[in-house]
C-alpha cells in the first residue's frame, strides 16, 4: 500500500473511532513536517485527540500495522523531536484542561501551556518552579518529553523532579497509569499473563499493577547489569543528561526500591510511552530575590567568575558572549543603557532568600568576591525593585528570541545547541570550544546556564545550504569531542531529538546501547517516536531544503505578486525558524488573537510561513494555491499585524497571507460574500448616497435579514448610520479641500470610509485639534479609500489600483511639505505597510515617512513642546471625573508608539482612563461584519466587550472603527475616537446641555441593532 493509500485508510479507520480530529490533506501535513529544528520530515497523518482512548486507539491501530506515532506538544523543539513519517499525535490542541489542584500538586492533560499553568498556580502562591524561556507556548507534555528546565535549574531542577505519576498509552495502545513500582526478580514474573488481564485503564488498582510491575521489572534488569557504567557516564553532579535518566533511577531505586516510571518519562522524548495527563509537585512561589547583572571585560572571566560564585549556590547564573550582549543592546534601548560597550560578556545571577535581607546579602556576598581583590568583573548592574528585576530577566529570557532576530541567509542556527560539562570544567571547556570553532572557521553564540554547566552554542551557518550540512557535521562532531574529553554530555534541556540522537550514539556508544535496552522494555518494535534518544544516522535526518534555489513557479498562479523578488520573497518566507512564539497565550503579548480564540496549529502565524515554504519547495504541489484548503487556512489570518510586531524574527506573516490569498484569488476569484464584503468602502459610499433609505434598512429586522443573504454581513452585528455626503461638503465650504494657505506645519488628513461616511463630527474634531495647535489641514477630494479590505481579502488587482490613485495624490503633498495623517489605524497600517508591497515607486518611501496616525502626530507635537495644552476639564467642578475605558487598536500597537492615544487622553482633565489591555477586539475590519465570522469574532472580542459592561465606565475610546463597533456591541455605552474627547476638552465641539461626555456625543452617528 503507498503512502496515499494508507492515507485513505487511516481516514476512514481512525475517523471512524477517534473523537478527535484526523487530517491527511497535504495542506495541514505541511504544517507538522517542521518544529525550531533544522529539520523537516512530512507526517502521514496527524492526530488530534479529544480523549485518551482517542491516542490509544490511534497507537494500537498503527501498532498493528507498524507505523510509528509521534507525539507532538506545541511543536518547539530545537532537535527535531517531535518529527516523524508516521502519525504525529498533536496533543496541544485538545489537552487543555487543568484537571485538579491540591495543597501541593497539580493534575493536568499535556496540552497545557507552562504560562497558563504558572498563572493557574500563581492564584495559590504555588509554582511549578521549572522555567524554561519559553513558558507561553511550551507544553507540560513537550516539557516532560525534553525534561525541560530554565535558568532556575540550580533551584528548581528540570521536569523529572516534579512529575509524580502519569496517564500513559503505551507502544501496544494500552492505557496504564504509571506510578514508581517496584520490580521483582527474574523469574518471578510472567509477562503473557499481565498482558492478558490488561483493563482499558490500567490504574495499580485497577489490575494493572501487573504492568507496571513488568515494566519496572524490565527497566531494573538493564540498571543493575550496568549500574558501574551508569553511574559513571551520567553522573549525579550534572545538570541533566541528554536521553533517559537512567542515573536518577538508580539513586531512587537505591532508596525506595522504587523503579520511578514517570520520572523515566522525562527526556525520554515519547520513545516510552505517550503522556495524556500528568500529576505535578508544585513549589511555594519565591517572595525574595536579589539580582543583578555582573558584566566582564571578557568571556574567560565571565566563566571563571561562575565558576568561583558556585561555592554560593546562586539560584541563578546565566552568561552571555559579546555578541548576545550587542544584539540585545540593539534590540531594546533599556539594554542599550544598561550595557556599557565595553562589557564582553555578562553573568545575571540570582539570589532567594526567605527575606530581603539575606537575599539581598547572599548577592552582596557575590558582588564581593567578584569585585574585591582579584577583581574579576568591571561592573555590576544590581536591580533595584521588581521592575528592573523584570528587565534584566528578559536579557534571559529573550536569548533565543535575540538570536532569532539575526536575519539573513547565514545566522545562527539550533544544530549543536546545548551540552553539559561539568561547572568548574567550563573555563576549559570554552578555550577548547574556541580552538575548534577557529579550525573549522566558524563563528557561533554563546549563552550558558553557567553554574550548571549547560551551554547553548548556536554556529553561524546557511541553514538551507547541502554544502553546510557537512561542515555543521564536522563542527557538531569535533565540539562534542570536546565536550566527552571535559566529562560533559550531549543534550541538556533540549533534548536528543532526531539531530543530535546519531551524534549521542557515536560520541557514547555503551549509553547508547542501554538506552535501546530501556526501549525493547517499553516498545520492542519500535512504534513511539523511533530515531530519537535511540537510533538513526545523520545522513538519515531530513534537513527542511531550500527555497529560493527550488523555487517553482506554479503554473496556476504567478507567485510572489506582491513588490518583492522570488528570492526576497523565498527569504522572507525563510526567516520563520519555526520557534512557535507565534502561539503564545501570554497575556503581556497580543500575539495572534484568531489562534487564541482556536488553539490550532493551522491558525498560528507560523503555519501560514511553513504552508508558504512547503509550496516554494514544490513539496507541496504550487497547484494546492487554489484549493480551498490553503484558502482556509489563509483565512485564520485577519490582518492584525501583532504577529509581525511580536515575532522575534520580524516575520512578514501578513504579506505572506496576502500573497496566499491573492494566488487563491487569481485561479478562482472572489465569491460574491467576500467580493460584496471587501467592497465595503464602496457599499458604504452607496449607503451614504442614500442615507436616510439606508439607514432605515440597517434598522429593519427583514431587510438586515435580506442584507445578511445578499451582502454576508451577520444580522446581529449593530452598524453605524449613514451621515450622507456631509463631510466633503462641509470640507468645500471651508476651503480644506484646496492646499492650505497657511505658513507652518501643514498635513493632509486621508480620509478613511467610516470617518467620511459615518462619523462627521470626528473628522471636525480633528480639523479644529489641528487648527487650533496652529497647523494646515488639506483634504484633497481625489483621495480615495485606502483598500484595505481589498489586500485583507486577497484582492491585490482592487488594491493596487486604489493605492495607485492615492499615492500620486499623497506623493504630491509630501512634496509640497504636508504630512499625511488618518484617523483610522488600519489606514495607516495600509499606506505603511501595504503600499510598498503593492507598488514599486520612487516616491514611496518619502510618502511612507511622512504618514502616521492622528494620536502619533499630536503625541509627538506634545513631546516636541508645541502641543497646546489648554485642556479644559471633561466634567463640571461639583461632577466626578469621566471613567472612559481606552483600547489600544492593533493596528495602532505597531507604530512607534504602542499607544500614542492613552498618553494623549491621560493630558486631559477631569478624566479618568483605564486601560483594558484585553488583547484584540475582534473585529479587525470587515472579518466581524460577516456573518460567518461573527461568532468567532465576539468570541475574539469577549474580554473587551466584557469590560466595556464593567460598572463605573461611562463610555470608551479608541481609534479603530472597527473596534469600536464591536465595543458598541452588547453594551449601550457610547465608544468614541480619543481625538473627539480632545477636541471637547480644548472646548471645540459646541454640545447642549451640561458640559459631560453625554453633550458631547449628541453630534456622533449612534449605530443601530436590528434583531
Ligand atoms: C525560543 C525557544 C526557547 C527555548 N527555551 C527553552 C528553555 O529555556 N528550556 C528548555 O528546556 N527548553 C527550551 N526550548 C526547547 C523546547 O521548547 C522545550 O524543550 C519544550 O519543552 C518543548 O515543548 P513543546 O510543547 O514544544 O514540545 P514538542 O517540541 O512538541 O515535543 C518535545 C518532545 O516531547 C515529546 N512529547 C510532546 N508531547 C508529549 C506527550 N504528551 N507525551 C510524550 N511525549 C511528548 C515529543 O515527541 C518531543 O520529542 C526552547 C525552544 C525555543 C524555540
Known amino acids: ?478 565540539i562534542y569531542g570536546e565536550v566527552t574529553a571535559v566529562g560533559g554530555t550531549i543534550g541538556g534541556e533540549q533534548g536528543l531529538g532526531l539531530t543530535r540522537t546519531p551524534f549521542f550514539a557515536a560520541h557514547f556508544p555503551e549509553l547508547a ?94 503555519a501560514k510561513a511553513n504552508l508558504m515554504a512547503s509550496l516554494l519547495s514544490a513539496r507541496l504541489d504550487p497547484a494546492a494555491l487554489g484549493q480551498d484548503a490553503v484558502r482556509a487556512i489563509a483565512d485564520t489570518c485577519f490582518n492584525c499585524h501583532q504577529c509581525r510586531a511580536d515575532c522575534s524574527a520580524g516575520v512578514d506573516i501578513p504579506a505572506i497571507v496576502t500573497e496566499l490569498k491573492a494566488a487563491h484569488v487569481e485561479i478562482n476569484s472572489l465569491d460574491l460574500h467576500s467580493w460584496l464584503l471587501s467592497r465595503v468602502d464602496s457599499l458604504s459610499g452607496l449607503g451614504g448616497a442614500v442615507a436616510p433609505l439606508a439607514n432605515r434598512a440597517i434598522a429593519n429586522p427583514q431587510s438586515r435579514w435580506l442584507i445578511e443573504k445578499v451582502l454576508g454581513v451577520a444580522r446581529g452585528r449593530k452598524l453605524p448610520r449613514f451621515t450622507g455626503q456631509q463631510v466633503m461638503r462641509w470640507a468645500t465650504r471651508r476651503g480644506l479641500t484646496r492646499p492650505s494657505r497657511r505658513s507652518g506645519p501643514r498635513v493632509l488628513y486621508f480620509l478613511d470610509t467610516f470617518a467620511r461616511r459615518h462619523d462627521p463630527l470626528l473628522v471636525k474634531a480633528l480639523v479644529a485639534v489641528l487648527e487650533h495647535n496652529g497647523i494646515g489641514v488639506f483634504i484633497d477630494p481625489r483621495q480615495v479609500s485606502a483598500g484595505m479590505p481589498l489586500v485583507a481579502a486577497g484582492d491585490v488587482a482592487g488594491a493596487r489600483r486604489l493605492a495607485s490613485t492615492n499615492l500620486r495624490v499623497l506623493a504630491e503633498a509630501v512634496r509640497l511639505g504636508y504630512r499625511i495623517i488618518c484617523t483610522e489605524p488600519s489606514a495607516v497600517t495600509c499606506i505603511v505597510h501595504d503600499y510598498p508591497r503593492l507598488l514599486e515607486d520612487d516616491e514611496m518611501d518619502r510618502v511612507v515617512a511622512a504618514t502616521s496616525d492622528a494620536a502619533t502626530f499630536l503625541w509627538d507635537l506634545h513631546r516636541e513642546g508645541r502641543l497646546s495644552l489648554d485642556f479644559q476639564p471633561l466634567s463640571g467642578p461639583s461632577q466626578p471625573a469621566t471613567r472612559i475605558l481606552y483600547h489600544a487598536p492593533c493596528h495602532a500597537r505597531i507604530g512607534r508608539d504602542k499607544s500614542p492615544a492613552e498618553h494623549l487622553l491621560r493630558l486631559v482633565p477631569g478624566l479618568t482612563l483605564d486601560s483594558a489591555d484585553r488583547g484584540c477586539s475582534g473585529m479587525a475590519g470587515t472579518f466581524g461584519l460577516s456573518r460567518h465570522n461573527y461568532r468567532t469574532s465576539l468570541r475574539v472580542g469577549l474580554g473587551l466587550v466584557s469590560a466595556m459592561r464593567s460598572g463605573g465606565i461611562e463610555a470608551g475610546a479608541t481609534e479603530c472603527s472597527g473596534c469600536r463597533i464591536q465595543m458598541e456591541q452588547g453594551t449601550s455605552k457610547p465608544t468614541v475616537h480619543p481625538v473627539k474627547l480632545l477636541a471637547k476638552s480644548y472646548g471645540l465641539l459646541a454640545g447642549p446641555g451640561p458640559d459631560r461626555l453625554d453633550s458631547l456625543l449628541t453630534g456622533r452617528s449612534g449605530p443601530l441593532t436590528t434583531s
Not at 496515499?4 to 478527535?20: F, K, P, T, W, Y
Not at 522524548?269 to 495524556?276: A, D, Q, S
Not at 520492542?524 to 527550488?550: C, F, K
Request: aromatic share 4%; proline share 7%; hydrophobic share 40%.
Open 513 to 606: 546501547g542501554l538506552f535501546a535496552a530501556v526501549k525493547r522494555v517499553f516498545d520492542p518494535d519500535g512504534v513511539l517516536n523511533p530515531g530519537v534518544v535511540t537510533g538513526l544516522s545523520p545522513a538519515q535526518v531530513a534537513w527542511r531544503p531550500p527555497l529560493a534555489d527550488q523555487h517553482v513557479e506554479p503554473s496556476s498562479a504567478p507567485l510572489p505578486v506582491l513588490t518583492w523578488t522570488a528570492e526576497q520573497f523565498a527569504d522572507e518566507v525563510d526567516a520563520c525558524n519555526g520557534c512557535g512564539t507565534c502561539r503564545s497565550q501570554s497575556p503581556g503579548s497580543r500575539m495572534c488573537p484568531m489562534y487564541r480564540e482556536n488553539p490550532a496549529e493551522e491558525t498560528s502565524p507560523r
Open 1 to 478: 500500500m503507498d503512502r496515499e493509500q494508507l492515507r485513505s485508510r487511516i481516514e476512514e479507520d481512525l475517523g471512524g473511532i477517534v473523537a478527535g480530529e484526523v487530517l491527511c490533506n497535504a495542506e495541514s501535513l505541511s504544517l507538522y513536517a517542521t518544529d525550531a529544528s533544522l529539520c523537516e520530515v512530512w507526517p502521514l497523518a496527524v492526530v488530534r485527540p479529544r480523549t485518551t482512548e482517542d491516542v490509544a486507539a490511534t497507537v494500537s491501530w498503527a501498532a498493528e500495522r507498524q507505523i510509528p506515532v509521534h507525539p507532538r506538544g506545541a511543536g518547539s523543539s530545537l532537535a527535531g523531536g517531535s518529527l516523524g513519517s508516521g502519525v504525529v499525535i498533536d496533543c496541544g490542541r485538545f489537552f487543555r484542561r487543568i484537571l485538579q489542584t491540591s495543597g501541593d500538586g497539580v493534575r493536568v492533560q499535556t496540552g497545557v501551556i507552562a504560562a497558563q499553568l504558572e498563572e493557574h498556580l500563581a492564584r495559590g502562591t504555588r509554582s511549578l518552579g521549572v522555567d524554561p524561556s519559553n513558558g507561553c507556548v511550551t507544553t507540560v507534555g513537550g516539557m516532560i518529553g525534553k525534561n525541560s528546565s530554565g535558568s532556575r535549574f540550580l533551584r528548581h531542577g528540570a521536569m523529572s523532579g516534579r512529575i509524580e505519576s502519569a496517564r500513559v498509552v503505551l507502544a501496544d495502545g494500552a492505557i496504564v497509569d504509571l506510578v514508581p513500582t517496584a520490580p521483582v526478580s527474574p523469574g518471578q514474573f510472567d509477562p503473557q499473563q499481565a498482558d492478558d488481564s490488561q483493563p482499558a485503564v490500567a490504574t495499580p488498582a485497577a489490575g494493572g499493577a501487573d504492568k507496571l510491575v513488568q515494566l519496572a521489572t524490565g527497566v531494573a534488569d538493564v540498571l543493575a547489569s550496568s549500574r558501574e557504567l551508569i553511574l559513571a557516564s551520567q553522573p549525579t553532579t550534572r545538570a541533566t543528561h541528554g536521553g533517559y535518566q537512567l542515573h536518577d533511577l538508580i539513586r531512587i531505586l537505591d532508596r525506595d526500591g522504587l523503579v520511578d516510571l514517570p520520572r523515566l518519562l522525562c527526556g525520554a522524548e515519547g520513545t516510552l510511552g505517550i503522556v495524556t495527563e500528568a500529576t505535578l509537585r508544585t513549589v511555594p512561589v519565591e517572595a525574595h530575590t536579589a539580582v543583578g547583572l555582573f558584566l566582564f571585560d571578557s568571556l574567560d572571566r565571565a566563566a571563571e567568575a561562575a565558576v568561583r560564585l558556585r561555592p554560593l549556590s546562586p539560584d541563578a547564573c546565566d552568561l552571555f558572549d559579546k555578541r548576545h550582549l550587542t544584539l540585545a543592546r540593539s534590540a531594546k534601548p533599556a539594554f542599550d543603557q544598561l550595557i556599557p560597550p565595553i562589557a564582553d560578556a555578562g553573568l545575571l545571577v540570582e539570589f532567594t532568600a526567605a527575606d530581603e535581607q539575606a537575599a539581598t546579602a547572599r548577592f552582596d556576598e557575590a558582588a564581593r568576591r567578584l569585585q574585591g581583590p582579584r577583581a574579576l568583573c568591571i561592573d555590576v548592574r544590581r536591580a533595584e525593585g521588581a521592575a528592573e528585576k523584570a528587565v534584566l530577566w528578559e536579557l534571559s529570557r529573550s536569548v533565543v528570541a535575540t538570536l532569532h532576530g539575526v536575519r539573513g541567509t547565514v545566522r545562527p542556527v539550533p544544530f549543536v545547541e546545548d551540552v553539559v560539562v561539568p561547572p568548574e570544567a567550563i573555563p576549559d571547556f570554552l578555550r577548547r570550544l574556541q580552538e575548534v570553532l577557529k579550525q573549522c572557521d566558524v563563528t557561533a553564540m554563546l549563552f550558558a546556564h553557567a553554574a550548571q554547566g549547560q551551554l547553548h552554542i548556536r554556529p553561524y551557518a546557511d541553514p538551507r545550504d547541502p554544502a553546510e550540512r557537512l561542515r555543521l557535521e564536522r563542527l557538531a562532531n569535533a
